[in-house]
């Protein structure tokens, strides 16, 4: 018996051309994610897709700290940041979703990463953890409580969504097949720990599709 999963909504994160193959911050395999996501949109009731979106000033990337190296780290107002490649630019051909990528599909297109001086890994929160994006309120209106998460990278963006929607109240599973990770020091295995800890679900796409 296939798992009913109208009731619930699939957010893809940041399935963009700058963490595929070839871009600017390319998390290995990335585009692998583009198959399955496409297989599972359409059994999803809601549909959500995020889109990474930096004006070329941001001050997650190196360029923008003289000196710095990529995957070094400052200290910011908000705490400690990881120094990126430039990625990501909105409006550029890095920023666009895959071009395989079914996103007709979606019923909702989320930017975040827009303001200069604070990065958003997390589909609901910026990096203060404060500034809210807008996604939960978007999710409570649709009626939605349970929430699968797919995309790039695991570690980052696809995670730290994960764990604020469970501390937003929702049940969380976190495809781990339909994700690629970035794993800079350790960072995927303190992903999956940290969303162990907190109650995510660690589930397969075959899981979904069973
Ligand atoms: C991401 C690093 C910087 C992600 C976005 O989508 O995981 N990682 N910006
Ligand atoms: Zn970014």
Redesign the pocket.
């Known amino acids: 018996m296939a798992v009913s999963l109208e009731d619930r909504a699939l957010v893809v994160?940041?399935v963009q051309n700058d963490?595929c193959p070839g871009g600017a911050?390319a998390v290995g395999d990335g585009d692998s994610v583009v198959a399955p996501i496409n297989r599972l949109l359409p059994k999803f009731g809601v549909r959500v897709l995020t889109q990474?979106w930096h004006p070329a000033d941001h001050s997650?990337f190196a360029d923008n700290h003289p000196g710095a190296t990529p995957f070094s780290t400052v200290e910011m107002p908000y705490g400690t940041q990881v120094l990126?490649p430039a990625?990501?630019i909105q409006g550029t051909e890095g920023a666009a979703f895959h071009a395989k990528l079914e996103t007709t599909a979606a019923d909702l297109v989320i930017r975040k990463?827009f303001r200069s001086g604070i990065d958003s890994?997390s589909a609901f929160f910026e990096n203060d953890h404060e500034t809210a994006t807008g996604l939960a309120g978007y999710l409570r209106e649709r009626g939605v409580t349970k929430l699968c998460f797919a995309g790039?990278?695991t570690d980052?963006?696809?995670a730290w969504s994960a764990l604020d929607a469970v501390k937003q109240g929702f049940e969380v599973a976190v495809v781990t097949d339909a994700c690629r990770a970035?794993d800079l020091d350790g960072s995927l295995d303190a992903a999956m720990s940290n969303m162990s800890k907190a109650g995510v679900d660690l589930v397969s796409v075959a899981d979904l599709e069973a």
Request: aromatic content about 24%.
């Open positions: 994160i940041d963490f911050l990474d997650s990126w990625h990501c990463g890994y790039l990278a980052f963006c696809v970035i």
